[in-house]
């Protein structure tokens, strides 16, 4: 147990109930516990595993390769169409979680064998992804950011690109665009 995450769970309002018990089965599996992205975050030898997480509607168990498991329960869900690894299994109640147990605990062997393989998930190119003219004209205007931008990861650079083309006016990209170059410059993907 690693004491950053006893701290996320003191802290943490919501879902604080089901968190502690998702922590307890995901450590039944005998993987490692950080704290990463702010949230408990699941590790074999090093490669991350599963996180839990919480929203609004729900809190989840997210398989950062789970795109790659069998799914025999049919209990995988992709965030959305954009994700193309990870999926998760959600939940509204502590009680949902316990009844779940045995097969999450087989999934998360399922996923520990997955990294043991070394399985890759095999990533769309960004084709067909079409940058929008106010980045365009910013790559084009300062190198730096043009660098930056093309060392990032590919899912890293389709994440800005979906961000900063969703907006219907002009106005509101530009801004969205302002606000993450310093984040593009320092390597970092959009959050």
């Not at 980045?135 to 389709?158: C, N, V, W, Y």
Request: charged share 25%; aromatic share 10%.
């Amino acid at each position: 147990m690693n004491p950053k995450v006893d701290e996320f769970l003191s802290r943490v309002g919501k879902w604080q109930e089901e968190f502690r018990k998702l922590r307890m089965i995901v450590l039944d599996c005998q993987l490692t516990e950080a704290l990463k992205w702010g949230v408990p975050c699941y590790t074999y030898q090093k490669s991350n595993i599963v996180l839990i997480h919480g929203f609004k509607e729900y809190c989840a168990l997210l398989f950062f390769k789970g795109a790659l498991l069998k799914d025999a329960n049919s209990i995988l869900i992709r965030q959305t169409e954009n994700v193309q690894a990870s999926r998760q299994v959600r939940f509204t109640s502590v009680r949902e979680i316990i009844e779940m147990e045995t097969i999450l605990k087989t999934y998360i062997y399922e996923a520990i064998e997955v990294e043991k393989a070394g399985l890759k998930v095999n990533f769309k190119k960004n084709t067909g992804l079409i940058i929008p003219g106010e980045f365009q004209t910013k790559l084009d205007e300062i190198p730096a950011l043009k660098a930056a931008f093309d060392s990032l990861t590919p899912g890293r650079q389709r994440a800005y690109i979906l961000y900063f083309s969703a907006p219907k006016q002009s106005k509101t990209r530009e801004s969205r665009i302002e606000k993450y170059i310093p984040q593009i410059l320092n390597g970092k993907g959009i959050r």
